[in-house]
């Protein structure tokens, strides 16, 4: 691990290999960077260098009083300043789930920084869908409400999870300890960061933005996400750059760096070996 002071709090990050070719990770709504620990292991250390970043609030990073202090933009601004602080440049960029929206947010922001955009399983960079409210008492009791689910549901998912952590290596699996690192931030979210989190996911407009991106974008997610279905990813997708990729895994469900990690760590070498080169040849061809 390793940690950076930026201008309003301290991150904590986690750096992956030695490559030229550079990737940032960015979780979602109450996960950690341990989320992509086994897909940063699963790239390989001489041609990659990865980091994952927790977000303010999650893991070792530090977190502000106030709820005001969390959500996408406010994650998207952090990351930026990290990479700023890194000296990096021309690196993919990947976001899982809420995280989806906060790279969404970041790549409208600063597109010329980036060379390529990865949503996996992502928010809808509209937020909800129409009809629900977007500030005042109403938007308060929704998020009262949601939370309350989640706080309802979280105990029940943490077993689930903790029963099959085990991998094949035992206790010193690498995803043994990353799930059971996982599961401890996720416990430990402060719930200010939760709050401010859904608040700005649920008013958040970046559609007409992120239809103009000039980078290789590519949406993946697995088939049996019951948190972000498959028909909410496709609307995310439409809402994309026409020549945006779309890769489903099936049978993996919302966290597809949890289920299925190797898989991913190899579709993100092709998109970033293959797809991102060939898409620059045909923008100079044209």
């Known amino acids: 691990m390793a940690f950076a002071q930026l201008s ?3 991150l904590e990050y986690f750096p992956h290999g030695a490559g030229p070719q550079k990737v940032v990770f960015v979780h ?4 950690s960077a341990q989320i992509w ?3 940063q292991a699963a790239l390989p250390a001489d ?4 980091i994952a970043i927790n977000n303010r609030g999650a893991g070792g990073s530090e977190a502000p009083p106030d709820e005001a202090d969390f959500g996408v933009q406010v994650f998207a601004a952090d990351a930026f300043e990290l990479v700023s602080q890194l000296g990096w440049k021309d690196f993919t960029l990947v976001g ?3 995280g989806g929206a906060t790279v969404a947010q970041f790549a409208v922001d600063h597109p010329s920084l980036i060379k390529g955009l990865v949503l996996l399983d992502p928010s809808d960079p509209d937020g909800y869908r129409p ?7 109403e938007l308060d009791a929704l998020i009262d409400r ?3 689910v989640r706080n309802q549901a979280q105990s029940e998912t943490q077993a689930r999870t903790a029963a099959g952590a085990a991998g094949p290596g035992g206790e010193d699996d690498l995803r043994t300890r990353s799930l059971r690192a996982l599961m401890a931030d996720i416990r430990a979210a402060p719930e200010r960061r939760l709050r401010g989190s859904m608040r700005s996911m649920m008013t958040l407009k970046l559609g007409e933005r992120v239809k103009t991106l000039p980078m290789p974008v590519l949406v993946a997610g697995g088939d049996n996400d019951t948190t972000i279905p498959v028909a909410a990813m496709l609307a995310t997708w439409a809402k994309y750059p026409p020549g945006t990729g779309l890769h489903f895994w099936h049978r993996a469900g919302h966290s597809p760096n949890i289920d299925c990690p190797e898989e991913l760590a190899a579709l993100l070498q092709l998109f970033i070996e293959k797809t991102i080169p060939a898409k620059a040849r045909a923008a100079v061809a044209a």
Not at 28 to 31: D, I, K, S, W
Not at 47 to 50: G, L, M, V
Not at 131 to 137: D, K, Q, Y
């Open 146 to 148: 949601r939370m309350a």
């Open 96 to 98: 899982h789930s809420l």
């Open 8 to 10: 309003k709090v301290r």
């Open 37 to 39: 620990a086994m897909t």
């Open 131 to 137: 009809g629900l409210p977007t500030e005042g008492p």
């Open 47 to 50: 041609r990659y260098t990865s």
């Open 28 to 31: 979602g709504f109450e996960a």
